[in-house]
């Protein structure tokens, strides 16, 4: 047993009762086993056994030693009994039952904190992906990738009968995904897929915190992934039980990107970028009533100036206070970052002048609450974005 946890072995044998709490993955790996694949379930009773049964087929062919892991949220339908008995016939197959606890990516951080093997898994345990993918999965892992997965997106791949409401949602999560986190989601054609392998030495050094479902997002934005390797599979039909998706699932989603949107900023950094957009914004707002009021410029010279000053404030506190230290301080780099910047920041600053002047030319507002509008409305946003578009690889 890892982690110094206890198990508690139930009547029924094999089923291990399991701490509800995130646990560290530890470093430690048995040579014997080499991949462990966790299943998380809840209320799969009427599809786990086929699933083991077809793993445990597929996966001792390869002649790797591995370790089936299932991690059920204690389901009311018995689904850990029937794995139960499952590993009572079959080596290599563990049960553990969570109670206290729910959900899918910390279920699967769970199992993986109770794994053995070098390569950590995840397969859903509906039988909707097909368990002799992860054959091709495990021969995309060679020296230089640290994480395969198997993909929807990519040539065979698919999904076989999905609605176009739920196709719609499913890319529309995933374009969302995209401008919030482009490093991340970007590696791959399928962010959201619930079927990868990952080799354990990038998950051990880092906390993974998943709120929801999307644990593979976790392991991209915090893991230390050098390669990423996708194969194509085609998403089949759940043929029994029900799906667990619903509308708190995509409300989740958003919260975690948002969570990881902002991890590169944590603690003290993350109060400094604050107070950082927050004077940039003061001082926009000075200088433009100084030079509108006082000195009688145009309206949209006078915010364009104001704006651009707030651009280049920042970019400067960002440099010589936030992030000071964690970058590389070269000039060629300051010149990189300040281009990035500025160009990022002056696309919206742009922006920010069309609204100014239709808000005074069609809703005939009066300049100054115009500018106050569009300044509360689109620079926040342009300050957020543009300084993630810019600092992002910047490492401590
Ligand atoms: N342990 C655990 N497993 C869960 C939980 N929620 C879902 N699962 C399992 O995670 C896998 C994926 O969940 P599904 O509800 O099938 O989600 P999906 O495959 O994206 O969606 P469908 O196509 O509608 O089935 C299944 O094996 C579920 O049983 C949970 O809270 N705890
Ligand atoms: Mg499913």
């Not at 290599?92 to 959900?103: C, F, N, P, S």
């Not at 990107?257 to 950082?276: E, N, W």
């Not at 300040?338 to 922006?351: D, K, M, R, S, T």
Request: glycine share 10%; with cysteine.
């Amino acid at each position: 047993m890892t982690n110094g946890v206890v198990p508690h072995f139930e009547d029924h044998g094999l089923i291990e009762s399991v701490d509800s709490r995130v646990l560290p993955i530890s470093n430690k790996a048995d040579s014997e086993i080499q991949i462990s694949l966790v299943i998380p379930t809840y209320d799969e009773a009427a599809n786990i056994e086929q699933l083991l049964r077809s793993l445990h087929t597929v996966l001792s062919g390869t002649g790797t030693g591995f370790e089936l892991i299932v991690v059920d949220d204690n389901s009311p339908d018995g689904t850990s009994l029937i794995a139960g008995e499952i590993a009572a016939e079959l080596a290599g197959i563990r049960v553990l039952r969570r109670t206290g606890a729910t959900g899918l990516a910390t279920a699967v951080i769970c199992g993986w904190a109770h794994a053995q093997g070098e390569i950590l898994g995840v397969i859903d345990g509906d039988g909707q992906h097909p368990p002799e993918v992860i054959t091709d999965l495990l021969a995309a892992m060679d020296d230089q990738t640290d994480v395969a997965v198997a993909s929807r997106h990519l040539g065979e791949g698919g999904v076989s009968n999905w609605s176009a409401a739920r196709r719609l949602l499913s890319r529309g999560a995933q374009a969302l995904g995209l401008l919030l986190l482009p490093g991340t989601v970007g590696q791959v054609t399928d962010p959201m897929s619930g079927y990868f392998v990952v080799r354990r030495d990038v998950v051990t050094h880092t906390h993974l915190d998943p709120v929801g479902y999307k644990i593979l997002l976790e392991v991209l934005a915090r893991g230390e992934v050098r390669r990423v390797a996708e194969r194509p599979y085609v998403f089949l039909e759940r043929q029994r039980g029900q799906s667990k998706v619903g509308i708190g699932h995509y409300v989740g989603y958003f919260r975690h990107l948002m969570r990881l949107r902002l991890y590169p900023l944590r603690s003290r950094a993350l109060i400094r970028y604050l107070v950082v957009t927050g004077l940039a914004l003061v001082a926009d707002a000075l200088v433009f009533f100084w030079i509108f009021d006082s000195q009688g410029w145009n309206l949209t010279r006078s915010a364009a100036i104001a704006g651009e000053g707030g651009i280049l404030l920042t970019v400067l506190l960002h440099d010589l206070w936030t992030f000071a230290g964690r970058a590389a301080r070269s000039a060629l780099d300051r010149i990189r970052r300040l281009v990035g910047v500025q160009l990022a920041l002056g696309v919206l600053l742009l922006l920010r002048l069309a609204v100014i002047n239709a808000l005074v030319n069609w809703l005939g507002l009066g300049p100054l609450t115009a500018f106050l509008v569009a300044l509360a409305a689109v620079t926040p946003v342009s300050h957020l974005l543009g300084s993630r578009l810019t600092w992002r690889g910047v490492r401590s």
